[in-house]
Each structure stands twice: as structure tokens, then as C-alpha cells.
């Protein structure tokens, strides 16, 4: 089992003490406090929709406060933890992602490759290390793992423990004994997202359901792993739609991370080709700011990452998202398949905002600030 100290996952009903959530909308002057305002540090996982859209309609500013306000009192403040995605297995993957270049079904170019030797994966992680990343994430585009590669993934985990990184795979769906079993190795999270909304993930996916997702984050809950969940904005989706998914998720046990990308339009992917040379080929930034802030405010004590599209946004954007929350970003210059900023672009980025690197330490460690 993992041995780090776990944050406690928020139980459903929980309210913050005091907020006017509870008995009032918030957003029209005259309504009284913001939440913020009577945050007391804990999780609530029955939001409602019209609480969500509310906070969304919010002035760009008021909002802002309230991100920064819940952001300042569960985490440091002025640090990003740096982690780094490496493609341990890529291309070749039989579900239908609408967004994902390594989709058997995608015509664009990647090419389908086998499951990396540990020592290479071992290897990554050192150099990761090396230029500041405190978390390795490992991704594999399969539907599911099989059981005779969970020794090898394990002797990964395992090893890059070892050096004192935080963990984090992606491998697809898993079964409640292949989630033990990367638990026993000492996995921190497991990364499965549920991409959109619930009513929009037909039009996403359609190899696999939303409820498939569920099954296997409960059967990584169960294993005592770390759950990581997000998903994609800027998928041609409307903003109840980006509301529906920040409903799924704060309504849920609060992931401990959750990841919020802007979809990377790949030229061959259905989703690239058909957004291609329009308007929405790229969600306009305050809104994908917008986006981190309310999931800022819903999870308060999750690990908000800016994670793909960075490479496409302006240093002003990205300065908003981490006013808004967001307190970790992949650096480093690839995301599984995807172009990413860089390591020296983003340490000329921090150092520009008076920022720094969160040093790795156990989970449920980081102080509030003060």
C-alpha cells in the first residue's frame, strides 16, 4: 500500500461553516459576503449546478478573489509544483478519443510503440529530477493494461519512489487487483479523467462509457491510491458544458489532483480536423481562467494543474491561472505527444512572477500559507 500521508477524501454533504452558498446565490451586489469570506477549510461535494453557474457569472474579478482566498488558505502561496508526463508506451490505442493523437482511428502520424524498459523509464525520471520536477507522471495509451505488464510497471513506481518523486501513472481503465497491485508498489496517484461533462461524453468518446470511468476511479479509491481526474476545455463545448464538468467532479470524493487542459488541436484527430480554421480552435482565455478559478473554489484542497495547451498561451494567461489557483504545471518540452513549453521557459516564466518551485514532499504535507 502507499505509504505517504493521504489528505482525507471529502465527504459528501460536508458544507463550508458559514458560506452563503448554502442560502444565498452569490454574484449580485447586495448578496452579502462572498464564500471565501466564511471558508473554513472544508470540502463540500454537494454543489449544485446553479451554485457552479453562479460562480462562473461572477465579475472577473470578484472571482478571482474568491480563487485566491481559497487557493492562500490551503497551500502555499507564490509556488508550483513542477512534475514531469513521459509516454511509456505510446500510439496504437483502440479506444476513439475524439482529441487524442495515439487513437488507432487518429491519422496523425504518431506511431504505435511497445511498453519501455524500466531502466529507460528510471532513467527520464532522474534527468526529470534533475531539472526540478518533483513528480514523474508515466503515460501508456492502452484501454487497459494487462496483467502481465503490472511486475514491469510496478519495478517503475517502485523505482522512481526511490529517488524521491512523487508518482503518477495513466494506463487506462483498471481492475480492482491491478489497482492493488500498483498500490503495493507504492503508486501516489492514478491518473483517469472524465474529459467533459456526463451529458457531453458521447460526443467525445464512444468506445467506452462515463460510468467505465467511474469504475475505475472507485476501484483506485478502494486501493488507496490518489486520485487524479480532470479533464479538456475548448472541445467545442459550451460553457453549461464546462459547468456539467465541474459539477462531476466536485460532486464526487474530491480528486487530490485534478488536471485542466486546453485541448491541442491535432491536425488528424476528429476533433482537430473539426474544429480546424474555426473560431473554436482555441477557448478564449478568460474563460479557460474562469475554469481553473471555480474548480479553485469546488475542491478547495485538491492540486489544481495547468496542464496541455500551455504551449499556446500567452504568459498573461498563465499568470491568471495561478492567481486563480492553480498550483502545479508539466514542464519540460513534451507532453505524451503534445508540444509543451519547456524547462527554460517556464523557469524565465516563475521567475518573472516572483515564483518558485514546490520542493517534493510527502502528501497532506504542504502548510497554509500564512
Excluded at 53 to 69: G, I, K, S, Y
Excluded at 136 to 149: E, T
Aim: charged residues 20%; proline residues 5%.
Amino acid at each position: 500500500m502507499n505509504d505517504l500521508t493521504t489528505r482525507s477524501p471529502a465527504k459528501a454533504g460536508a458544507h463550508h461553516l458559514n458560506s452563503p452558498l448554502s442560502a444565498a446565490p452569490v454574484g449580485r451586489s447586495g448578496d452579502g459576503p462572498l464564500p471565501a469570506q466564511g471558508y473554513t477549510g472544508q470540502s463540500r461535494c454537494n454543489w449544485t449546478r446553479e451554485e457552479i453557474t453562479a460562480l462562473f457569472d461572477l465579475p472577473f474579478n470578484d472571482l478571482m478573489f474568491e480563487a485566491q482566498t481559497v487557493h492562500r488558505a490551503g497551500f502555499p502561496r507564490n509556488e508550483v509544483q513542477l512534475s514531469t508526463l513521459l509516454s511509456i508506451k505510446t500510439g496504437g490505442c483502440p479506444e476513439d478519443c475524439g482529441y487524442c493523437s495515439q487513437s488507432k482511428d487518429a491519422d496523425s502520424g504518431v506511431k504505435a510503440t511497445k511498453l519501455m524498459d524500466v531502466q529507460a523509464v528510471l532513467q527520464a525520471a532522474a534527468q526529470a529530477k534533475d531539472h526540478g520536477s518533483g513528480r514523474f507522471c508515466m503515460g501508456a495509451a492502452w484501454r487497459n493494461p494487462k496483467d502481465k505488464d503490472i511486475p514491469k510497471l510496478a519495478a517503475m513506481v517502485k523505482g522512481v519512489r526511490e529517488m524521491g518523486m512523487e508518482t503518477c501513472m495513466t494506463l487506462g481503465m483498471l481492475t480492482a487487483s491491478q489497482a492493488k497491485q500498483l498500490a503495493d508498489a507504492g503508486l501516489d496517484y492514478y491518473n483517469h479523467n472524465i474529459d467533459t461533462a456526463p451529458e457531453n461524453y458521447a460526443n467525445v468518446i464512444t468506445t467506452r462509457t462515463f460510468e467505465d470511468r467511474m469504475e475505475t476511479l472507485d476501484n483506485v479509491r478502494s486501493a488507496g491510491i490518489n486520485v487524479c481526474c480532470g479533464g479538456i476545455v475548448g472541445m467545442g463545448e459550451t460553457r453549461s458544458d464546462r459547468i456539467g464538468f465541474i459539477h462531476a467532479l466536485a460532486t464526487m470524493p474530491h480528486p487530490e489532483s485534478v488536471p485542466i487542459n486546453a485541448l491541442v488541436p491535432v491536425k488528424g484527430t476528429v476533433l482537430g480536423d473539426m474544429l480546424a480554421d474555426t473560431p473554436l480552435a482555441k477557448i478564449d482565455e478568460i474563460e479557460f481562467v474562469r475554469t481553473v478559478a471555480v474548480a479553485r473554489i469546488t475542491m478547495p484542497q485538491s492540486m489544481v494543474r495547468l496542464s496541455a495547451g500551455r504551449e499556446s498561451m500567452s504568459e498573461s494567461c498563465q499568470a491568471l491561472c495561478f492567481m486563480a489557483g492553480a498550483n502545479s504545471i508539466f514542464t519540460g518540452d513534451k507532453l505524451l505527444t503534445a508540444p509543451n513549453a519547456g524547462d527554460d521557459k517556464d523557469g524565465a516564466l516563475l521567475s518573472k512572477l516572483g515564483m518558485k518551485a514546490m520542493a517534493a514532499q510527502p502528501l497532506g504535507a504542504l502548510e497554509a500559507a500564512e
